[in-house]
């Protein structure tokens, strides 16, 4: 896989809590540069980042995060704000309590809710595998595929541990035919990158990998 290729895979993301606006318009100029798949930003970034850079970037941004137990009514606010405001891409953290609970049925509900909301804009759901047993991955596995998501994707980055091949592993033999796998939290080095991308990965959430794949220069 070429420099560019890997970089059209990657949501170039910046999520700190102090993020300033200096710090996302370098976030949103590498991925100019660099053609990255998007920039994954917080929600109240979006309307500025839309009105200063267009088309010229794809956004995506985060509800529920990082903790996921929002109500699902105060999920589809944020939802219907951000797409206003211009993004084109949520990653939503599920109610890991309603997992915890045994109740898969109020998770797979609130998917679909905030699936509806999208329409046809990108839904990523965020499942945090370091809090969850196997069976539970593999349960939300069919939760997030019977909601009609289109990825189910590992972790925050804000949780114990972040993307590991085991549980990308695992989700590529337990989710549908429709439902695509983002990798995130922990992607530090060229090779994790480049790891997860051969096991499937369509996407992977890092901060990281501009300065990893193009080293400050032009991929090719």
Sequence with gaps: MTKQEMLCKVDHTQLKAFA???????LCEEAIR???ASVCVPPSYVRRIHDTYGDQVNICTVVGFPLGYSVTAAKVAEVEQALADGCS????????????????????????TLKEACGDHILKVIVETCYLTREE?????????N?????????TGFGTNGATVEDVELFRAHI????????AGGVSTLE????????????VGTSRAVGLVAGGEDPV
Excluded: H
Excluded at 20 to 26: C, V
Excluded at 137 to 145: G, M
Excluded at 192 to 203: P, T, V
């Design 192 to 203: 994790d990158l480049e790891r997860f991308l051969a096991l499937g990965c369509d996407r």
């Design 20 to 26: 300033t606006w200096e710090d996302i318009k370098k």
């Design 176 to 183: 549908g035919p429709d439902v695509k796998i983002k990798a």
């Design 137 to 145: 991955k593999i349960a939300l596995c069919r939760t997030v595929t």
């Design 89 to 112: 891409e949520i990653d939503m953290v599920i109610n890991i309590g309603d997992v915890k609970n045994g109740r898969l049925d109020r998770v797979e509900e609130e998917i679909r």
């Design 34 to 36: 660099y053609q990255t």
């Design 147 to 155: 909601a009609g998501a289109d990825y189910i994707k590992t972790s």
